[in-house]
C-alpha cells in the first residue's frame, strides 16, 4: 500500500487547514498517510523549498490556505510544473464572498486572530471557564451562559473547554445526587441555559477504570462500581427531569457533536427570553 504524502501549507497557524484535511480523510479508509505541516509560509522561497522536498516523493498532495493571491499563484504554478497535485482550500471560496458581499477580501494571513472585541470576550470566557470548572465558585454561576451538571466522567470539563473557547462562558457542576445542585441553581432553575450531560453507565465504567489506572488508583472501588454507577444516573436524570433542564446523552459523541447540541439549546434558550 503507498503512503501518500500530505503537505499543508499554510500562511496562518494551520489550524484550520488541519481541520479541513481531517475532515477529508475520514471519508476514505486504508489508505496511508504521512502529514507534513508547514505553518506562517509567507514568501516564494519557503514554498519553493516546500515543494523541492515534495518533489522527490511520488505520492505527494499539496493542501494549502493562502489568502495572498499572487503567492497562492505561485504555489499553484510550481506545483503544476512539478506535476504535483495541488488544493487551494480557501482561494474559490473566499472569491465568491467577495463577489457575493460586493467587497474586496483584505487577503490579510491570520486575520481570523485579530485582536477584536471578539477575541477578548473569547479569552474572558476561556478565563471564566477555567475557575469554573468541576463545581468552584458555585456562588458565581449566574455569570455563566452556560451551566453544565453530570456524573463524573461525562466531558463536562472538556466540552466546557470548548465551548469557552467559542465565547461561552461555562460552569460545570458535577453530581451525585440532588443534594449536588447548588442552592442557587435549585432556587433559580433558568439562571442560565441549564444541560445535563448523560451517559450510558457501561461506557462510564469503561473510562472511569482507563482514569484510575492513569491514576494508579486502586482502593476507591465504588467509582467504578456499575450498580452504584447506574443509580448515580438514574439519579441525575431524574433531577434533569424535576428541573426541566434538557439532557444529551454523550455516550457516542464527540466533545465538538456535544457542544454543537449545546449551542443549539442555548439559542433557544436566548429566543425565549
Not at 497562492?72 to 472569491?95: E, M, Q, T, W
Request: proline share 3%; charged share 25%; net charge positive.
Amino acid at each position: 500500500m503507498n503512503t501518500y504524502q500530505i503537505y499543508l501549507i499554510s500562511d496562518s497557524t494551520g489550524e484550520t487547514l488541519d481541520r479541513i484535511f481531517t475532515a477529508i480523510k475520514a471519508q476514505f479508509k486504508n489508505i496511508e498517510y504521512k502529514i507534513h505541516t508547514y505553518s506562517f509560509t509567507r514568501t516564494e522561497n519557503q514554498i519553493l523549498k516546500i515543494l523541492t522536498d515534495a518533489e522527490k516523493n511520488n505520492d505527494s498532495i499539496i493542501l494549502y490556505s493562502i489568502v495572498d493571491n499572487q503567492l497562492a499563484r505561485y504555489l499553484a504554478n510550481i506545483s503544476n510544473n512539478k506535476k504535483i497535485p495541488c488544493f487551494g482550500v480557501l482561494g474559490d471560496l473566499i472569491l465568491s464572498f467577495s463577489k457575493l458581499l460586493n467587497q474586496e477580501a483584505s487577503h490579510q494571513p491570520s486575520g481570523q486572530y485579530a485582536l477584536n472585541d471578539e477575541y477578548y470576550k473569547r479569552i474572558d470566557a476561556i478565563q471564566f471557564t477555567m475557575n469554573h470548572d468541576d463545581g468552584n465558585l458555585v456562588k458565581e454561576i449566574n455569570k455563566s451562559d452556560i451551566i453544565l451538571l453530570g456524573v463524573s466522567r461525562t466531558s463536562k470539563t472538556p466540552t466546557s473547554i470548548y465551548l469557552a473557547n467559542k465565547g461561552f462562558r461555562t460552569s460545570n457542576i458535577p453530581l451525585i445526587n440532588e443534594n449536588s445542585v447548588p442552592k442557587i441553581l435549585k432556587d433559580n432553575p433558568k439562571i442560565a441555559c441549564v444541560v445535563g450531560l448523560s451517559s450510558e453507565p457501561e461506557r462510564l465504567v469503561d473510562i472511569r477504570k482507563n482514569r484510575m489506572n492513569s491514576l494508579k488508583e486502586t482502593e476507591n472501588i465504588s467509582y467504578t462500581n456499575i450498580e452504584k454507577i447506574k443509580k448515580e444516573v438514574d439519579e441525575a436524570k431524574k433531577t434533569f427531569r424535576k428541573y426541566k433542564w434538557p439532557v444529551i446523552d454523550v455516550t457516542r459523541k464527540s466533545v465538538e457533536e456535544t457542544a454543537a447540541s449545546i449551542i443549539k439549546i442555548y439559542e433557544i434558550y436566548k429566543e425565549n427570553g
